[in-house]
T-cell receptor
Framework: SQTIHQWPATLVQPVGSPLSLECTVEGTSNPNLYWYRQAAGRGLQLLFY??????ISSEVPQNLSASRPQDRQFILSSKKLLLSDSGFYLC????????????????FGQGTRLTVV | AQSVTQPDIHITVSEGASLELRCNYSYGATPYLFWYVQSPGQGLQLLLK??????LVQGIKGFEAEFKRSQSSFNLRKPSVHWSDAAEYFC??????????FGTGTSLTVIP
């Protein structure tokens, strides 16, 4: 069965420090991968998604970047954190969609609570 | 603008009462539709999904949702709420460009 791992679970970082959150998926290949941020009252905001190694689509201009160095690994990074980067970050995966459309949902990790101080 | 709207930020219901959570979307074509539930500090769990066919879909934990194309809605319902249903509920759409977009969520409180 497929599993998704996301770490760390909680993180407290000072303003201006770098960030690296990692997400890995097991039990599947060629997944779509996603990073979301959840802030109070704003729901889940899609930050980045990837349909393959090295293929990253950014949804929102921001202080963050994403990389996919391996098929089942997705990394969220920042060179210098801002206070506004605080939030709950969720990684997700789905089966790769094809020309027939999609027949899958997004499967989520347990999230990382990031507090920038 | 394309969006997923959950107009109710917070709902309180008594245990045993019925529940309806509203969701509207504004996309050009009929998207794929989902409802997720999130317990505090946790990830999201899928309740149900609609891709095509019967517009009334059944999900886990006794939930159901009805897709109404004319209203661009996908409301979630449960005939009798249990205290364990207290959580945050998210409506989402999936687009053929491989994206999933979520609403702002509805927080459900269940009172005994």
């Amino acid at each position: 069965s497929q599993t998704i791992h996301q770490w760390p679970a909680t993180l407290v970082q000072p303003v201006g420090s770098p960030l690296s959150l990692e997400c890995t998926v097991e039990g599947t290949s060629n997944p779509n991968l996603y990073w979301y941020r959840q802030a109070a009252g704003r729901g889940l905001q899609l930050l980045f998604y990837s349909v393959g190694i090295g293929q990253i689509s950014s949804e929102v201009p921001q202080n963050l970047s994403a990389s996919r160095p391996q098929d089942r690994q997705f990394i969220l990074s920042s060179k210098k954190l801002l206070l506004s980067d605080s939030g709950f970050y969720l990684c997700a995966w789905s089966v790769r969609w094809d020309t027939r459309g999609m027949n899958t949902e997004a499967f989520f990790g347990q999230g990382t609570r990031l507090t920038v101080v | 603008a394309q969006s997923v709207t959950q107009p109710d930020i917070h709902i309180t219901v008594s245990e045993g009462a019925s529940l309806e959570l509203r969701c509207n979307y504004s996309y050009g074509a009929t998207p794929y539709l989902f409802w997720y539930v999130q317990s505090p500090g946790q990830g999201l769990q899928l309740l149900l999904k609609y891709f095509s066919g019967d517009t009334l879909v059944q999900g886990i934990k006794g939930f159901e949702a009805e897709f109404k194309r004319s209203q661009s809605s996908f409301n979630l319902r449960k005939p009798s709420v249990h205290w364990s249903d207290a959580a945050e509920y998210f409506c989402a759409v999936g687009l053929t460009g491989n994206q999933f977009y979520f609403g702002t969520g509805t927080s459900l409180t269940v009172i005994p």
